[in-house]
């Protein structure tokens, strides 16, 4: 990438981001431009949220349809509840359990957040992040900032500053470098404009501990709806999340035949790149991760990146238990794994 086609980046201190970087980027976000900055789950493109000039372009960066709403961040939720016109008892059990942290909150907006922001519905996803980059960002910008992951539509999420530039280039106006974000993959939503609240996207927050402090059982995820109909939340479409290279699934008790497969393949010269976290195949190109949740969670994006650049025409991922600290993760893979044009017999009705 040459520098004509690098966005401007500014490599800040995780812990102890500088003044002035920080003063730059709110200034871009004050007149309009798109700042890109770290959250502790993946890195987000900003836009102030309350102008509707602002929120198109990031919708025109990502080439995300307008029927995929934006997550709005806020400094604290004093903040957030300035959006909203309804803030109810398990909102405040929620924010004060989880939040600055990886949790979104769904509640019915203020008119003065544009409807490019929230798909036209008329709720406002809501978040206060835990990085403090983005803490730091946030207060010194004075404003909402809304911002999805800061990365081409569907293809996947950015750990890392390098990730933003090689997806979005100069479509963003300015990138702060903090290094890799913590938690790797993006907050948990829970809707709580119904009753009783529904989890729309799984997290690394355990379902379990959301609605033991929610003080109600959550309703899991809705059913798919067709691709032009708005989402209550960002996340929901079919396919998500995604490399470029397909993406095939396979069930640890299966590693023999698939093993055979990938053998069988290789010999007739398909390039294949594996992730695995319990049982080893051997590859072209093969990323290992933790088997448990969290440390999962944390590398999983960057090994997908580092899968996508190693030229493979296949990538076999050996798939997770389906057990709730596994439900964030397992709803990534499932996505990045759906086939980019489904038959028609996997039509919605």
């Known amino acids: 990438m040459t520098a004509s086609t690098r966005p401007r980046v500014l490599r800040v201190d995780p812990e102890r981001p500088d003044p002035r970087a920080l003063a730059e980027a709110a200034r871009v976000l004050r007149v309009g431009g798109l700042v890109a ?12 949220a309350l ?20 997550i709005v961040h806020v400094a604290d939720a004093s903040a957030a509840r300035a959006l909203v016109r309804l803030w109810p008892p398990a909102a405040e059990r929620l924010a004060s359990a989880f939040w600055p942290g990886p949790l979104t909150l769904v509640l019915p907006k203020q008119p003065a957040v544009p409807d490019a922001v929230t798909a036209g519905l008329p709720t406002v996803a809501v978040r206060v992040p835990a990085h403090p980059v983005a803490q730091a960002l946030l207060r010194a910008a004075g404003l909402p900032v809304a911002a999805p992951s800061a990365n081409r539509f569907t293809e996947i999420s950015p750990t890392m500053a390098e990730h933003v530039v090689r997806s979005l280039g100069t479509a963003v106006d300015l990138v702060l470098d903090a290094g890799p974000t913590a938690v790797g993959i993006e907050s948990a939503v829970v809707d709580l404009n119904t009753d009783p609240p529904r989890m729309l996207r799984p997290g690394v927050l355990p379902p ?48 023999t035949s698939v093993a055979e497969t990938l053998a069988s393949l290789r010999s007739h010269g398909v390039r294949i790149g594996v992730l695995w976290h319990r049982t080893p195949l051997e590859a072209d190109a093969v990323e290992r991760l933790p088997d448990e949740p969290q440390g999962y969670a944390r590398g999983l994006y960057a090994a997908l990146h580092r899968l996508d650049a190693a030229n493979c025409q296949l990538l076999f991922i050996e798939d997770v238990p389906a057990t709730p600290a596994w439900l964030g993760v397992r709803d990534r893979l499932h996505r990045a794994a759906a086939p980019r044009n489904p038959r028609p017999d996997d039509a919605l009705p």
Request: charge should be neutral.
């Open 37 to 48: 900055f770290p959250t502790e789950t993946v890195y987000g493109l900003g836009a102030h």
């Open 51 to 70: 102008d509707e000039g602002a929120v198109r372009r990031v919708f025109t960066a990502k080439g995300r349809p307008p029927t995929n709403p934006l």
């Open 208 to 255: 379990e501990e959301l609605a033991a402090i929610a003080g109600v059982p959550l309703q899991p995820p809705p059913a798919p709806v067709p691709d032009d109909a708005p989402r209550a939340s960002p996340g929901l479409h079919r396919r998500h999340y995604a490399p470029r290279t397909e993406v095939r699934l396979w069930a640890s008790e299966h590693a």
